[in-house]
C-alpha cells in the first residue's frame, strides 16, 4: 500500500498546521499549498475532506483559511489517510489480485500481512503531537515544509 499523492498532501498540511505555534490559528490554503508543494485547487479540495472528516476546521472570508480542529493528540496519522484514501485499501491486494485471502493467497501475502500490520500499528498510534515533537526535538525533519517558508 503506497499513499495517494492526495494522502501525501493531506499528511504534508496536517503536519504543517499541526507544527505552528497556534495550530488553532486559520491559514490561507494557497499559502499552504506553496508551502507544501501542491498545486492549490488540489490543496482545497483535499483540505475540503479533511474540513468534512473534522480534522481541519475552514472560515471563509478575507482573513479565512483552515485550522485544526481538534487538539494534536486526537488526530493521528490513519485519521487523515482514511479520510483521504479510505480505509478499504487496507484490504486490498498489495498485487492487486483478486482473490487474494489466508485461503486463497498471493505469493506475498504472508510477508505483506506482517508489513501491513505494522504500518497500521505506526498509522494508528502517532498522532500529531508525537509527530511535532519530533520535528522541534531534531528527530525528525520536514525539509520540504519547513525550507519553503515565506
Known sequence: MILSKACEYGVRVVLLLAAQDDPGTYHPVRT????????????SKICGQLT???????????????????????ITLMDVVV???GREQFDKCV??????????P??????????KGAMLGMLENRNLRELV?????????LKLIFTQQG
Open 32 to 43: 499552504l499549498a506553496d508551502r507544501c508543494g501542491s498545486p492549490h485547487y488540489f490543496l
Open 52 to 74: 468534512r472528516d473534522g480534522i481541519l476546521k475552514s472560515y471563509k472570508g478575507p482573513n479565512g483559511g483552515v485550522a485544526l480542529a481538534r487538539p494534536l493528540t486526537e
Open 83 to 85: 479520510s483521504i484514501d
Open 95 to 104: 498485487l492487486g489480485l483478486e482473490p487474494c485471502s489466508s485461503s486463497m
Open 106 to 115: 498471493c505469493p506475498v501475502h504472508d510477508e505483506w500481512a506482517g508489513i
Open 133 to 141: 515533537d519530533d520535528l522541534t526535538t531534531g528527530k525528525t525533519s
